[in-house]
């Protein structure tokens, strides 16, 4: 088991321009594609199967509190986790593309979200204690951290494209 | 991913003999302690989080067609399966012993419960496919393949104990 700490942001500027600022400096400038779903969204007990390029992982996650949460990860042979998207999880697949842009002593994890959840850019960043000081890069915007809209537990069933039209999305929008 | 087919029974004279027919004829005559707990119960993707002796498994099923059901089984380490049955597994945790029981070219894998499912006993066998012809040991009474109620995720939520009081037991015990 792990305990993951991190801390996440929305981005700022996320679709303003071709190559925003934090695509600029990601050491992957394609990214990685990940498709995600889940077999439990239970924010106590989270499981999630993740294919990230040609690697796939089952997750057990635990409540977060604070920025803590408590992880389980294992490696899955590939097809085992197609199948599973395909078949078993509760709909639908999460895609995301994930930059890994370094900055300031971190490795921050951007990702950029596609279908329902288009427009929606995340950051995060792993820290080794809730206290650690961190330098903020100028696109990173609001914090989220465990905001659980953010969760992608929740973006898979409450995608941010619908946020819009139940009205909750216009003082939130990460390009303010 | 395999397929799984299996057929299960109730065991008949379960609690009757301080040694039942069955029980004689076990591999291992103390049987093998199981602590199981669930991520989710959900019929559709049940994921199960299993302790048996000193190995432990994570196992995500898919929901039973027939008596054929779509499982993936991973090996994990001892001391995350713990953690996990002690904080994150749905209450409560189910406790069984089971027993390999050969009988006429399989082997039968009899659950004898615990807890709150103390005097069920439950026989399972396993096939090469749902046609293939099988001997039945004096010891299998009524079939109980795909009765949800069996489920062992069923079970450590609605255990066998409480179906007394409930009154839908009367007809249905296994010792009829």
Redesign the interface.
């Known amino acids: 088991?792990a305990l993951e700490i991190e801390r996440k942001f929305l981005v700022r500027d996320a679709g303003d321009t071709v190559l925003p600022d934090w695509k600029r400096l990601a050491e992957d400038p394609e990214g990685t594609l990940y498709r995600q779903g889940y077999?439990?969204r239970?924010p106590?007990?989270t499981?999630r199967v993740r294919v990230a390029g040609d690697k796939a992982r089952?997750t057990?996650k635990?409540r977060t509190t604070g920025c803590t949460r408590?992880e389980?990860e294992?490696p899955?042979p590939l097809?085992?986790a197609r199948?599973?998207l395909d078949?078993?999880?509760?709909p639908p697949v999460l895609e995301k593309r994930r930059y890994r842009v370094p900055f300031a002593g971190h490795v921050w994890e951007v990702d950029e979200f596609e279908g329902e959840n288009r427009g929606l850019v995340v950051a995060e960043v792993e820290l080794e204690s809730e206290e650690e000081a961190l330098l903020l890069p100028d696109w990173a915007g609001e914090e989220v951290t465990g905001d659980p809209r953010y969760y992608n537990a929740t973006l898979s069933e409450n995608p941010y494209a619908r946020w819009k039209t139940e009205g909750d999305r216009a003082s939130e929008t990460p390009n303010d």
Chains 1, 2 share one sequence.
């Open positions: 088991m077999l439990s239970d106590d007990r499981v089952l057990v635990g408590s389980f294992y899955i097809e085992d199948r599973m078949e078993l999880v509760l």
